[in-house]
C-alpha cells in the first residue's frame, strides 16, 4: 500500500504541533546533536562548545567564570537549573572534571552529562523537578592549563599536573592539584618533591585552579547537597577520607548511597564499579577536593574514578568514550536523585529510576503520536 502526499503531510503537522520541534528539543537539541561526543575535544573546541550550548539552552543554562589558571586562562563552569514558580531556595549539585590534565575521559563525562540533561529534561518529569529544585554547576576542565599541555605532543599526553612554575632552586613544573586542597593537607599520600606526580604544593590553596574551586564553593555551602569529582581509572566510587584513620560522620549512608549508584552503572553496560574510602579500595592520601568538601560541610562527596581497570588506563580509547559516559551518567544521576529526594522529602523513593537514555522518551512520545496517527488513516481509509 501506498500513502497518499495528504497522510504524510498530516503525519509531519502533528509531530510539529506535538512540541517536538520546539526551541528547547529544536535548537537547544541542535546545540549538542552538532558536537561529538564520542570524541575528545582540545580546549578551545570545549570552551566553543559551552557557548553553543549557553546560547541554545537559555531557560537551563547559564555559565560564569569563577578563577584563572597559574597561565591566566578562564575557568569556566555551566549551571543547569530553572526557575521554580514557588520561589523556594535552591540547593547546590556541584561535579567537576579535568583535575588531573591526562585524564580525558573526565572532561568528555562532564560534556555528555551537560548533552543528556540538555536532551531529556523537558520529556523527564523527575528530572525536569530536580532542575528546579536544583542548580547544577558543572566544570568540563578545572585544570586548564594542563589538559591543553597534553595535546602539546606524545611525550605530554600523560602529563597529569597544573602548570605553575618550579619552586625555587628546581626545574620542575606543576603540582597535584587534588592534593592542594585544605583537608589533611601533606600529612598522607602525597609529596613534597616538585618533581614527582604527587606534590601537594607550598602550602593547601597555593595553586589558583584549587583556590578557585574552593572560594566559589565554600560561598555556596549552605546549599550544596552534593560534590562529585571525575577522575579516572580504575572504576570506583571513592568517599571521604583519604586519610585511614578519619572517618565520615555519615559513612554509612555515603557507602549505601554509592553502592545503589555502582548497582545502577552496572545495569548500563555490565561494568563493575567498587566503592569504599580511597585508603580502603586505593590507597590513602590527604588534600583532595572530595575530603575537602566533607570537611567543609557538603553532606555528600564523591570521586568516581572512570572506566577502565588498566589496560588503557588514562589512554581510553573513543570507541569507549559513549559507554563510559553512559555508566556514569547513571551513576551520577543515582546519587543527585537520593540527595534531591532527601532534601526535598517530596515523597518519591530514593534512587526512583530517572531516564538515562535521554532520547528514549523521546521516541516513545514520537512513536506514540505516529501510531494513533496511522490508526486514523486507516480507519479513514487513507490507504490505497
Not at 166 to 188: H, I, K, Q, T
Not at 209 to 225: G, H, I, N, P, S
Amino acid at each position: 500500500m501506498k500513502m497518499t502526499l495528504e497522510c504524510w503531510m498530516l503525519g509531519l503537522f502533528l509531530l510539529i504541533n506535538s512540541g517536538l520541534t520546539s526551541h528547547s528539543l529544536g535548537e537547544g537539541l541542535q546545540s549538542t546533536w552538532r558536537y561529538d561526543y564520542t570524541k575528545y575535544h582540545p580546549m578551545d573546541e570545549i570552551y566553543g562548545w559551552m557557548e553553543d550550548v549557553e546560547r541554545g539552552n537559555p531557560e537551563l543554562v547559564s555559565s560564569a567564570v569563577y578563577g584563572h589558571t597559574y597561565e591566566g586562562r578562564n575557568i569556566t563552569l555551566l549551571k543547569l537549573g530553572l526557575e521554580n514558580s514557588e520561589g523556594r531556595e535552591k540547593k547546590v549539585i556541584w561535579v567537576d572534571c579535568g583535575i588531573h590534565a591526562r585524564e580525558w575521559i573526565a572532561p568528555a563525562f562532564c560534556q555528555w552529562f551537560v548533552k543528556q540533561i540538555v536532551d531529556t529534561y523537558k520529556s523527564n518529569k523527575k528530572l525536569e523537578q530536580m532542575l528546579q529544585n536544583l542548580d547544577i554547576y558543572v566544570t568540563p576542565v578545572i585544570n586548564v592549563d594542563g589538559y591543553i599541555f597534553t595535546w602539546a605532543n606524545d611525550s605530554t599526553r600523560l602529563w597529569r599536573k597544573s602548570r605553575s612554575a618550579p619552586p625555587p632552586e628546581s626545574s620542575c613544573y606543576g603540582v597535584d592539584l587534588n592534593r592542594n586542597f585544605n583537608a589533611n593537607w601533606g600529612m598522607v599520600g602525597v609529596s613534597f618533591d616538585s618533581c614527582a606526580n604527587t606534590y601537594c604544593g607550598t602550602s593547601p590553596g597555593s595553586e589558583p585552579e584549587a583556590k578557585a574551586v574552593m572560594d566559589f564553593v565554600a560561598r555556596m555551602v549552605k546549599q550544596t547537597l552534593c560534590f562529585l569529582t571525575i577522575h579516572s581509572a580504575g572504576q570506583l566510587i571513592l568517599l571521604p577520607y583519604g586519610h585511614p584513620e578519619i572517618s565520615a560522620p555519615n559513612y554509612n549512608e555515603l557507602v549505601s548511597v554509592g553502592q545503589a549508584a555502582a548497582e545502577e552503572m552496572k545495569k548500563v553496560h555490565g561494568m563493575n564499579y567498587t566503592v569504599g574510602t580511597s585508603p580502603q579500595i586505593l590507597y590513602p592520601n590527604s588534600g583532595s577536593s572530595r575530603d575537602w568538601a566533607r570537611l567543609i560541610g557538603i553532606p555528600f562527596s564523591y570521586t568516581f574514578e572512570l572506566r577502565d581497570k588498566g589496560e588503557f588506563s588514562h589512554l581510553l580509547p573513543e570507541e569507549q568514550i559513549q559507554p563510559a559516559c553512559e555508566e556514569a551518567y547513571a551513576g551520577a544521576l543515582s546519587i543527585i536523585t537520593y540527595v534531591h529526594d532527601k532534601a526535598f522529602n517530596n515523597g518519591t523513593p530514593p534512587n526512583t529510576a530517572v531516564t538515562v537514555m535521554g532520547f528514549t522518551s523521546l521516541f516513545r512520545v514520537a512513536m506514540t503520536i505516529w501510531s494513533t496517527f496511522m490508526a486514523v488513516c486507516l480507519t479513514a481509509g487513507v490507504l490505497v
